[in-house]
């Protein structure tokens, strides 16, 4: 008897090409829960994203990495910075 669903912890091996192989029964035929946890949490992050705004979490990125990457880069003497004068555009 084939599965009516798919998923949870009733695969025994699942690779992208196609290839499923299930356990036994009865877990062939428990496909398990959602992750309500994770999807709430998800939703969670992705209206934090939204409300500082990714143009903001990117500007911020790039003068961090600007800024600060490049500031502390130059006092560890091990370190090479090649095309120094190349910073990342805000724009």
Do not use: R, W
């Amino acid at each position: 008897m084939e599965p009516f669903f798919s998923g949870g912890s009733m695969n025994d091996v699942f690779h992208t090409q196609g290839l499923i192989t299930y356990l036994e029964p009865p877990e062939k035929l428990e496909p398990g829960t959602l992750n309500i946890a994770g999807i709430y949490g998800l939703k969670a992050a992705i209206e934090y994203l939204n409300q500082i705004g990714m143009k903001n979490i990117q500007n911020y990125e790039k003068a961090l990495c600007n800024y600060y990457a490049f500031k502390k880069s130059k006092k560890i003497k091990v370190i090479f910075l090649y095309n120094e004068s190349k910073k990342i555009n805000s724009n």
